[in-house]
């Protein structure tokens, strides 16, 4: 069985400070991570995702992650925050086989909210 | 040029109705799914096609049934409606199974 926990159901940061935002998985397998986030009122969008290549993984609008093996986590960074950056985001870890094969598992979401 | 289409995007129904939900991408992906994010924002998956063959049936009630018709689109009908089934329904689609999903805005179903 896979799971996935996020850490922080609330992150809160000023703008320009360090965005972190923690996931740790569960996996029988090599896992397939991803982070996705979530603007108010809208479907997910991709940010990054690791497939056993790298282990630090770069995404869109400045996000990275890295995967580490030996914590079981694949934690969300950003080094500055943007305003645009609130909003939740999630994290999912990918089965690799059996009869849920290629389904997502994501963890509860995590708020992140920008202050000026 | 939408990606992954839903339609409607809002849905306001009575208990004991019976309603659908469409969804269809344009990415000519072989893996499509349903989601189900609930009021607490938890996403978890209910079903997955891949060629029109369904693949992951989660432990979803029978009143829930899905349909391929082809590739592109996967709907979702839904019998004898709920109030537990007020929910935000997510369709997403993959190239192939197990790779990054892409998903739609989502049907937000409210029943009364």
């Known amino acids: 069985a896979q799971s996935v926990t996020q850490l922080g159901s609330h992150v809160s940061v000023s703008e320009g400070a360090l965005v972190l935002l923690r996931c740790n998985y569960s996996s029988s397998v090599p896992p397939y991570l991803f982070w996705y986030v979530q603007y108010p009122n809208q479907g997910l969008q991709l940010l990054l995702k690791?497939?056993?290549?790298?282990?630090l993984v770069k995404g869109i609008n400045g996000f990275e992650a890295e995967f580490k093996k030996s914590e079981t986590s694949f934690h969300l960074t950003k080094p500055s925050a943007h305003m645009s950056d609130a909003a939740e985001y999630f994290c999912?870890?990918?089965?690799?086989?059996?009869?849920?094969?290629?389904?997502?598992?994501f963890g509860q979401g995590t708020i992140l909210t920008v202050h000026p | 040029d939408t990606a992954v289409s839903q339609t409607p995007k809002y849905l306001v129904t009575q208990m004991g109705n019976d309603k659908s939900i469409k969804c269809e991408q344009n990415l000519g992906h072989d893996t499509m799914y349903w989601y189900k994010q609930d009021s607490k924002k938890f996403l978890k998956i209910m079903f997955s096609?891949?060629?029109?063959?369904?693949?992951i049936n989660e432990t979803v009630p029978n009143r829930f049934s899905p349909k391929s018709p082809d590739k592109a689109h996967l709907n979702l009908h839904i019998n004898s409606l709920e109030l537990g089934d007020s929910a935000v329904y997510f369709c997403a689609s993959s190239p192939v199974v197990r790779d990054t999903q892409y998903f739609g805005p989502g049907t937000r179903l409210t029943v009364l």
């Open positions: 096609y891949n060629n029109k063959e369904l693949i």
């Open positions: 690791y497939t056993s290549a790298a282990t």
């Open positions: 999912a870890v990918s089965n690799a086989g059996g009869t849920s094969y290629g389904k997502l598992t």
